[in-house]
């Protein structure tokens, strides 16, 4: 079952700027050593690093975990297949909460053009843990209690 579906759109002018600005520290700090060979080896580096940077930022949203305390942007690697689909590969903390909320896979789709770039992750779980989360976040956005 669907659990959980993220977005994300990325400005490539404004995401160009800030590889400027924070330049090797930012690359670094969001991905992983096989993220920036091959987005490196792309013809245009940056939209390769926008979609990456789009994907993890969608696959947060998709398990809804954005923003949780001990998340690390390389816990979210963009890996390619021989033929060319991206597949998102978890590690360490944002592997422990998907395994946790029973995610039985998570596809991504990325995209660029000259202007942005972006991605979408879709989350499908096992269900129980899922329906528990949904029902706990109902209560939540309803002002319910429980």
């Known amino acids: 079952m669907v ?26 700090r969001i991905y992983t ?3 920036i060979e091959y987005c490196r080896s792309q013809p245009h580096p940056s939209q390769s690093f926008a979609a990456r940077f789009a994907a993890k930022e969608a696959a947060m949203k998709a398990l ?27 590690h360490a903390q944002a ?11 998570l596809q991504i789709s990325l995209s660029h053009s ?5 991605a979408v ?9 899922e329906r528990n989360r949904r029902a706990k976040n109902a209560g939540k956005l309803s002002g319910g209690q429980k």
Do not use: H, Y
Not at 64 to 81: N, R, T, Y
């Open 95 to 105: 592997a422990a909460r998907s395994k946790a909320l029973r995610v039985r896979t």
């Open 121 to 129: 992750a879709i989350a499908e779980s096992t269900g129980r843990a």
């Open 114 to 118: 000259l202007l942005a770039a972006g």
């Open 64 to 90: 809804g975990i954005a923003g949780e305390e001990g998340l690390s942007w390389k816990d979210f690697e963009v890996v390619v297949s021989i033929s060319g689909q991206p597949t998102m590969v978890l």
């Open 33 to 35: 050593d096989a993220e």
């Open 3 to 28: 659990s959980g579906i993220g977005i994300d759109l990325i400005d490539l002018s404004d995401f160009g700027r800030t590889l400027k600005r924070a330049g090797e520290r930012f690359i670094q």
